[in-house]
C-alpha cells in the first residue's frame, strides 16, 4: 500500500524533478489524496493519528506499523488503517516538498468518494459492510452521499488546468478535499476540518519529508 500510494509517487516526482521535466515556472503538480486522510465517519474510517518523529513515520514506512505495540493488539494487517496512513503520509510530505520547492505550485487533492471504484468490495472494511455493499451504494447514490467519477476527474482538472484565480486560490502544499465530513460536495483546504487539523503542523511535514527521504535514497 506504501509502495503504491506514495513512495512510487515520490521516485517519479524526484526523476521529473531531476531531470528537468518540470517547468520552473506555473508548473503545478497533484498528488491524489484521500478524505480518509482526515477519517470518514460513520465508523468506515478513522481518522488516523499522524506522528511527530523521523523514527514514527520510518517504522510505518519499513515495517506497516504506526507504532510499537503488544504482540496481542490488532495482529492482523488491517488494509484500510493503512491505506488511511499512507495518504495522509504523503499530505504531510507533498506540503514539506511543495515550502522547499516553491517555484511549483504542489497541492494534494482528494477525488473524493466515487461510484465504480468497488471501494466497498476491500477486504479491510468490516465483513457487514462488504456484504451489503449494494444496498450501502444504493443508499449512498440515493442521498448523494459520494459522486460520479467524472465528478472526482474534474476535481483534478481543476487545479491542473485552472485559469490563474482558480489555481492560486489555495496556497501551494495545501490539502484539498470535501469540506463537509463526508466524501462528496465542495473541497476545502483540510486543515480547517475536523480531523485535518494535523496536516498544518509544519513539524510533522518536515518529519515525514525526512523519512521518506531517507527511504528512498
Not at 32 to 47: D, F, H, N, Q, T
Not at 126 to 138: A, H, P, Q
Not at 147 to 162: F, I, K, M, N, P
Request: charged share 20%; glycine share 10%; with cysteine.
Amino acid at each position: 500500500i506504501v509502495q503504491i500510494n506514495l513512495i512510487g509517487h515520490v521516485h517519479l516526482m524526484e526523476i521529473l524533478h531531476r531531470q528537468g521535466f518540470l517547468l520552473k515556472t506555473k508548473c503545478r503538480v497533484v498528488y491524489s489524496g484521500s478524505e480518509s486522510a482526515r477519517g470518514i465517519p460513520a465508523g468506515v474510517i478513522l481518522c488516523p493519528c499522524m506522528g511527530d518523529t523521523v523514527q514514527d513515520f520510518e517504522r510505518f514506512v519499513t515495517t506497516g506499523q504506526q507504532q510499537q505495540s503488544p504482540w496481542w493488539w490488532k495482529p492482523w494487517y488491517d488494509t484500510i488503517e493503512a491505506y488511511a496512513y499512507t495518504k495522509g503520509l504523503a499530505a504531510l510530505y507533498f506540503a514539506e516538498w511543495a515550502r522547499l520547492h516553491p517555484e511549483y505550485h504542489v497541492l494534494t487533492v482528494s477525488p473524493g468518494g466515487t461510484m465504480g471504484s468497488n471501494v466497498l468490495q476491500q477486504q479491510g472494511l468490516l465483513w457487514c459492510i462488504r456484504w451489503f455493499s449494494g444496498f450501502v451504494c444504493w443508499f449512498l447514490d440515493v442521498f448523494r452521499l459520494w459522486h460520479s467519477l467524472e465528478t472526482g476527474a474534474q476535481r483534478y482538472v481543476d487545479y491542473v488546468v485552472a485559469d490563474e484565480h482558480r489555481a492560486n486560490e489555495f496556497p501551494s502544499g495545501t490539502f484539498l478535499a470535501s469540506r463537509k465530513r463526508w466524501v462528496t460536495g465542495p473541497v476545502g483546504d483540510q486543515t480547517r476540518v475536523r480531523g485535518g487539523e494535523q496536516y498544518g503542523d509544519t513539524q510533522k511535514q518536515k518529519a515525514a519529508y525526512e523519512a521518506i527521504q531517507r527511504y528512498v535514497k
